[in-house]
């Protein structure tokens, strides 16, 4: 089984039309675009043959974690981090969030308020055509070439509330409550074998967490993100650019958050929200291409 390299490139990035700077770095290819001179960074993620979902042996794994084999045959770019409430506001003139604050990620959005965020943002940047990823592109994203059931390893719980692996690269149940700084935490005391004793928790400030190989933060914990595709089950076999059902009655999240038990903060974990739904565990990150 084939999976994509480190991303990095030996050629000079082109800058698209879109990007007010672009480069490399140790994780590959990055472009900032721009509005009202709040830049918000994308990476470049290489196309790729990768094992969607999860084997049998994972902590945590669920009945629709099937595993399969998915070719992504575009390269295409991933947001480094969940839309932040600054650029929402920005672009929206609102914040809905709870956590109010510039760089937590938004939340209480719905699928069709994304809709709406994305249109009016790409009215603002010519040609960046920004999208939510697809359920594929999102794991793949997450991944960065891994195949463990974290980017960072195993996720090996010790209780509920408390894998040790977690610590350094996710926001979750067990540590939520470190360095929380608002007054409308969420009382989290009763939640048990928490990795850190804590009590008021909620969401973080994005890229505090360590990224994975492709300079992507907080794929795991901190918000749930919404998907493009339809809530469905999985193609068996090997499947070209997957886009998920033509119908359903529910969108894909995926990622975990600020106050899910530990097996929830898998690449492979899969929820669905209703399109409607507006809560606090629940934001997004953008995506582009393969058109740049």
Known sequence: MSVAGSG??????????????????????????????YRTRLRRVPAGTFMMGAPETEAGVGPDELQHTVTLTH???LAESECTQTLWQIVMGANPSYFVSAERPVEQVTWPDVQMFLERLNARVPGLHARL??????????RAGTTSGTYAGEIAPVGTYNAPILDDIAW????????????????????????YPDALAGSHTVKLKQPNRWGVYDCLGNLWEWCQDWFGPYDAGTVLDPQGPATGDGRVIRGGAWMDQAVDIRAANRNQGTPVDKVIILGFRIALGPDE
């Open 75 to 77: 390269d295409y770019w």
């Open 8 to 37: 990095a490139s030996p050629e000079t990035p082109r800058l698209p039309s879109w990007a007010v700077a672009t480069g490399q770095d140790a994780h590959g290819t990055w472009a900032d675009f721009e509005v009202a001179g």
């Open 133 to 142: 990823p697809s359920e594929a592109e999102w794991e793949y994203g997450c």
């Open 172 to 195: 979750y149940g067990g540590n939520s409550g470190v360095a929380f700084e608002l007054d409308n935490g969420f009382d989290t005391s009763f939640l048990p074998d928490k990795q």
